[in-house]
DNA sequence: CTGAAAGCGCTTACAG
DNA sequence: CTGAAAGCGCTTACAG
C-alpha cells in the first residue's frame, strides 16, 4: 500500500486462524449468515477486530455475484455555470440520494458522465439520471451498461427500471390559474435554457394554459451558461408581462431589479418561483412558491430502485410527484414583508 | 438481473471467441496493455460492442489489486442543519471532488458515514474526510480502514496521507487588521457551534489576536441544528460590537437585521464573511469577503491525494492554501451598493 | 500473438 | 461446525 513496506494486509485466512476456525465458519461469522453460534462467531469478530481485518469488497462483490452501489449521474458538473446555479438543487439530492442508499446499505457514486474508463471502471448496480434531454446520452449510455435505470418522466421508455415523475405540467397550469384569478393579463414564464424533462413540461404546460385562455405566451430564457440572467430580467421588465413563474434560480434578483425599477411586487408584477425550495430566504422574502420535498422525492424513489435491484419489484414502476403551492405576498397583491420590515 | 430472464451477460471469453481471439488477447485488447496489433485490437473493441460487452469492475479490481475509488465521507449529512446551511460549500466540493477524481480515473463516492455495512462493502483506495473535529469518530474509522486518508489541517497526526489545510488563522488576523484599520475598535467574530479544525483555528486566530492588540473578545456562536440564527444575530445587534467577521452562512440574514434596525452596515457596524464564496449575491450586496478558490482547493488536494494512493508521492503531504481578502462597502464605511440601489 | 494456468479474496454448497 | 473444493470474471506472467 501506499503507506510503504507495512506487513500484508490480513485476509479472512488469516482471521479464521486467529480465531482457530475453519475459513467457512469465519466468512459465515462475519457476514451473519448459516448457523453459527454465538461464542464462535464473537471470536471471529474478535480475532478480526485484534488484526485490523477489512474485508475485501471487490472480492466480496465478485463472489457473491452483487454489487451494492448506485451511481447518479450529473452531467450539469461538466456544465459549471449550470451547476453553480443549481446547486443547492443538487446538495439536496446528493445529500438525500446518499442517505437513502447507505441507510439500504448502498453506495452513492456521483458522476460527471459514462464515458471511458468511467463507463468501465465504476463498480454499479444501478445509475440514476435525472433532468434527461430528448435522446439524453447520459441516459443511453446508462441503458449500454447493462444494469436498471431510474430516471424521471421518459414514460416511454421501456429500458426504464424506475420513472420518478415530478409534475411539473400541473404545476404550471395551478400557477397560471393563481395569476388569473389575482387579476392578471399577461401571465409569462421564465425558464432555463436547458432541454430536460421539467423544461419540456413547463413549456408544454404553459403553451397549452395559454391556448386554452386564450393568452399570448411570453416567454423568457436565461442562458445559465453566458451568464444571461440580467438580459431575462430586462427583457421581462421592458415586456408587457404582469405575472411572471420564475423557473429558473435568479428569483431574488428577478424581485430586487423590478422593485428599482418602482415596480409594485406582488401587484405590478406577480411573482410565483418554482423549484427553488431548497432556498430558505424565499420565505422571508415572501415569495409564492411552487415546491416539493427533495428529500421525500429521492427517497422514495430511491427505494423503488433498490427493489426494482434486488428483484423485490418489478421493472418499469412510475410514481407522479405533485408540487404544492403556497401564495404569499408576491403574487397576492400585498405588499412584501421584506420592505414592510424595511421601513418598520 | 432485474430485467428478467435475458441472456445472460456477455463475458469477456464471450469476446475472445467472437473475436477469434485468445482471452487474454482480448484482455489486452479492451485495457490497452502490451503490444497487440492495431487491427486485432480494433477486432475486439467491434466484438465487444456487438455483444454489449461491460467488464465487470470487481474482477478487474481483484485480479489487478487496485481499485479506482474516492470515498468522501460528509458527516453533517446526519445532522440535517449543518447540512443545509453550507450546502452550497458542500455541492461545491463534491461538484470539484467528483470532477478531479474521475478526471483521473477515478469514481467519487459520497458517505454520510463509516459505520457498519458501509465500512465494508463500499470498494474505496483513498479517505477523503474534512473538518474534522478532535479525535474525529470519521477520521479514527478512516484510519482504521487501513487506505490513505486526506484531511484538513490534522498535521499532527502522521496516518495522514495528504493535509490540504486552508489558513483560517492568518486569515481571521487580516480581517481584525482590517477592522482596526478601519476604526473599529469593538471586533467581533461570529461562528457556528461546531467542533472542527476551521472553527478552532477562528477562535485560536481571534483570540491570539484579541489578546495582541488588549481587545476583549466578543464571541456569537450559530446553533445550526437549532435554527439559533435569530439569537445569535440580536446577540450581535444587542452588544457593543461595531464590526464583525461572520463564520457562518447568516449574513444575508444578519445584514437586513442591522439595516432593519437603522445601523448603517460598514460603518455602525463593519462586516467581512468568510467561508461563503460560494453565494455570487455577496458581491451584489456589497459585503466584504475572505474567500478562495474551492474548485482549485479541492483538485490540488485530489491531485496530490492520488498521486499518494499510486505510490507516485509519498505521504504526509501537506499544503497550506491561503484565502484572499476583498474590501467591499460592508467593512469600508462606504454606503452599501444594494441600498443604493433602492433609491435610484 | 496463442493457450493453458495461476491467482486475486472472497462466497457458497457439500460431504462428513 | 470442519475441510477441501469450486467458482465469481477478470489480469498477469509464461512458454511456445
Known amino acids: 500500500m501506499a503507506r510503504g513496506e507495512g506487513p500484508a494486509k490480513p485476509r479472512l485466512r488469516d482471521v479464521a486462524r486467529e480465531a482457530g476456525v475453519s475459513l467457512g465458519a469465519a466468512s459465515d461469522s462475519l ?11 464473537q471470536r471471529v469478530r474478535d480475532a478480526a477486530k485484534r488484526l485490523g481485518y477489512v474485508p475485501d469488497p471487490s472480492a466480496r462483490a465478485l463472489s457473491s455475484g452483487k454489487v451494492r452501489a448506485i451511481g447518479f449521474v450529473i452531467g450539469a458538473l461538466q456544465r459549471p455555470g449550470e451547476f453553480a446555479a443549481y446547486r443547492t438543487h443538487w446538495a439536496d439530492i446528493i445529500g438525500a440520494g446518499t442517505l ?3 441507510e439500504r446499505g448502498y453506495a452513492f457514486t456521483v458522476l460527471p458522465g459514462l464515458e471511458g474508463e468511467l463507463m468501465v471502471n465504476v463498480p454499479v448496480s444501478g445509475l440514476m439520471v435525472l433532468d434527461t434531454g430528448p435522446q439524453d446520452p447520459y441516459l443511453e449510455a446508462a ?19 424506475v420513472d420518478a415523475h415530478l409534475d411539473f405540467r400541473s404545476a404550471v397550469a395551478e400557477a397560471m390559474d393563481h395569476f388569473a384569478e389575482q387579476g392578471a393579463t399577461r401571465p409569462s414564464l421564465m425558464w432555463p435554457k436547458l432541454q430536460t424533462v421539467s423544461t419540456r413540461e413547463l413549456e408544454r404546460g404553459y403553451l397549452e394554459w395559454c391556448e386554452q385562455h386564450g393568452v399570448q405566451p411570453l416567454l423568457f430564457i436565461v442562458d445559465l451558461e453566458a451568464g444571461g440572467t440580467h438580459e431575462a430580467i430586462e427583457a421581462l421588465l421592458r415586456s408587457p408581462a404582469d405575472a411572471v413563474l420564475v423557473a429558473v434560480p435568479v428569483t431574488a434578483a428577478l424581485i430586487e431589479a ?13 411573482v410565483i418561483t418554482l423549484d427553488e425550495n431548497s432556498d430558505r430566504r424565499l420565505e422571508q422574502l415572501d415569495i409564492s412558491t411552487l415546491a416539493y420535498s427533495i428529500a421525500e422525492y429521492v427517497d422514495g424513489a430511491v427505494a423503488r430502485f433498490i427493489d426494482v435491484i434486488e428483484g423485490k419489484r418489478p421493472p418499469g414502476q412510475r410514481s407522479n410527484v405533485a408540487l404544492s403551492f403556497t401564495a404569499r405576498g408576491s403574487s397576492l397583491g400585498t405588499r412584501l414583508r421584506r420592505r414592510a420590515g424595511d421601513q418598520g
Open 31 to 41: 457476514s451473519g449468515k448459516n448457523q453459527i453460534s454465538e461464542e464462535t462467531r
Open 100 to 102: 437513502a442508499a447507505t
Open 143 to 161: 441503458f449500454g451498461r447493462g444494469v436498471p435505470v431510474l430516471t424521471d418522466g421518459v414514460s416511454e421508455d421501456d429500458r426504464v427500471a
Open 258 to 270: 423590478a422593485e428599482k425599477r418602482g415596480l409594485n411586487v406582488g401587484k405590478d408584477l406577480r
